[in-house]
């Protein structure tokens, strides 16, 4: 396996090519209302496969959009945890997006959605064990080498947890930041959707990961349900307001970490534009409080 630390080093935040300040996900519906917006957000990210054709409309609106903001470029199909290598042909669009575009960074799930030619429109989880943990360095080795730059690795939303599992999560994901020098998009909603659905404390959880490597974090809403045994289910549906307590989560992780670029992430029942950008306000204000706190004690 080869290991990326002298090229891909793990930095802080100043090297994460984004401000540290709050962004919004774009939606192509909202595209009026950012170009009359005279204050818009500080970044915006947009799902690689939306982005992949040659041409149209989407290239051209992205264009415009980084004319006045940098543009975090986040994928859902690269399948890093599959059993095969990231697919050549997908890797190189991916390439030419990111160089299309000036991608200040790039990002990738830790899941799979790949296997034997069949692909599935899902972020599968992982059975985090030793054999899993090489494929994915290997992959991530691959991308970084091909891309030439430093992958974001995001943490997943989980159901379950695999008992074959020889590492807990956060451990896991330590491991991969040790292995290839990749960073990390720490989501905030998926650890507190995580930690609920499976028991576990999401402070602890922030406790063992390496928030050094945190150079992006997601904000999200989640769906309440009830499974089939009548117990409490976290569902990451992004189609609602970031909840009260991944907005205390998020405040926990700025007392650690300081200011951090920050996205709100919607992707269901898409609100008008208004409402995204109060969210983004929100996590704006709590930054701000961080950038205090940082100068007061520096």
């Known amino acids: 396996m080869t290991h990326l630390h002298a090229p891909f080093p793990t930095g802080d935040v100043a090297d994460a090519g984004l401000p540290a300040r709050a962004g919004i996900g774009f939606k192509p519906r909202h595209f009026d209302a950012i170009e009359a917006d005279d204050a818009p957000p500080a970044f915006f990210e947009v799902h690689a496969e939306n982005y992949l054709g040659a041409g149209g409309l989407p290239h051209a609106q992205l264009s415009a959009l980084r004319a006045r903001a940098p543009i975090s ?67 991530i080795d691959e991308v970084q080498l091909r891309l030439g730059r430093r992958l974001l690795l995001e943490n997943p939303s989980t159901y379950l947890e695999f008992e074959r599992s020889t590492f807990e999560e956060p451990d896991f994901l330590a491991q991969i930041v040790r292995r290839t020098g990749c960073a990390l998009l720490l989501d905030i909603n998926n650890v507190h959707v995580s930690c609920s659905n499976n028991g576990h404390d999401a402070s602890a959880y922030l406790d063992a990961l390496p928030l050094q490597a945190v150079q992006q974090v997601h904000l999200a809403g989640h769906a309440v349900v009830q499974d089939d045994g009548g117990d409490t289910l976290l569902i990451d549906d992004h189609g609602s307001p970031v909840a009260p307590t991944v907005w ?28 995204l950008r109060a969210e983004a306000h929100h996590a704006q204000a709590l930054i701000d409080h961080a950038w205090h706190d940082t100068a007061c004690c520096a």
């Open 248 to 275: 205390a989560l998020y405040s926990n992780l700025l007392a650690r970490i300081g200011p951090v670029p920050t996205l709100i992430e919607w992707d269901t029942h898409v609100p008008e534009y208004a409402t």
């Open 73 to 139: 470029v986040h994928g859902v199909g690269l399948s890093l945890g599959g059993a095969t290598p990231p697919d050549a042909a997908h890797l190189a669009r991916i390439a030419t997006l990111l160089r299309r575009h000036d991608a200040a960074v790039y990002s990738e799930h830790l899941a799979w959605s790949t296997h034997d030619g069949r692909f599935f429109n899902d972020l599968l989880p992982l059975c985090y064990d030793a054999a899993t943990l090489a494929r994915v360095c290997a992959h």
